[in-house]
DNA sequence: TAATTATTGCGATTATGTTGCAATAGTACA
DNA sequence: TGTACTATTGCAACATAATCGCAATAATTA
């Protein structure tokens, strides 16, 4: 499945660029200006995980998020870090701050999701 | 609002404890053996939610999960722990490890919602 | 026992996300 | 440049989780 360059993958490449926020597929629809169907939308973003290009966060809203992958640290897998999402601005930003824990074991692990919510720092 | 003692909410109590895992309305549902509608079992978790008798985890699959309130210490906000989801069995579980971070300044915290997924001792 | 109102069941609704299918448009190659 | 191949897109339909309004029921209190 070779990946071709379309004006809409770019579109909405150059929206979370430019956000610098972890967006929703609502949001980035919001936000890119020309009309691109929501199921498009949403395979773009999948294609995009896949390739290890964005990573996606589930919120405590239920609703998935996606955000430019960029490694805090170079050992650390992208995903492992705290996401912060206001309540009220409605954002999701990716934290600095790594994920540390052992787990028990005989636990596998596949994948880390670990969202903090509250205020940020724009909207105290 | 006074609350009232009914058998759905007593059923509820009972097989989240019998469990000793966290649920969604959904597992919840088919272990209760009784019929009891969907809206009347989110409706009390949300309200056993509230009373701080249970604490909502949502997955990374987007679903929402409840489980009894355990302490893991005294000290520690009962929702301040890991949870794990075995995506073999589905099933998420407290982990006895507190979350530890520390939020850059200007930053409010409300909620915590980690969540690692794969699979379980169980299902190794 | 009667009055008050929390709780429940039902149906409808909202919202997020996915999928099948036909049409469109990149890409590679002659 | 023109053609074939197939990735990508739009549309509509679908699936699922969760909520809500409303009328009926039932727990609690006096």
Do not use: W
């Not at 809409?8 to 629809?29: D, N, P, W």
């Not at 929501?38 to 390739?51: G, M, P, S």
């Amino acid at each position: 499945m070779k990946r071709r360059n379309t004006a809409t993958k770019e579109a909405v490449l150059s929206v979370l660029h430019s956000s610098g926020k972890a967006m929703s597929q609502g949001a980035i629809e919001k936000k890119i200006g020309v009309d691109i169907n929501r199921a498009t939308i949403y395979r773009v973003l999948n294609r995009y995980c896949e390739d290890g290009v964005l990573h996606r966060i589930v919120a405590d809203n239920g609703k998935q998020y996606f955000a430019l992958c960029v490694r805090c640290d170079e050992n650390d897998k992208p995903q492992n870090h705290f996401h912060f999402r206001c309540s009220t601005c409605e954002t999701i930003e990716c934290l600095p701050i790594p994920v540390n824990f052992s787990l028990p074991q005989n636990y596998k692990l596949e994948t880390v999701n670990c969202v903090l919510t509250g205020t940020c720092k724009d909207c105290v």
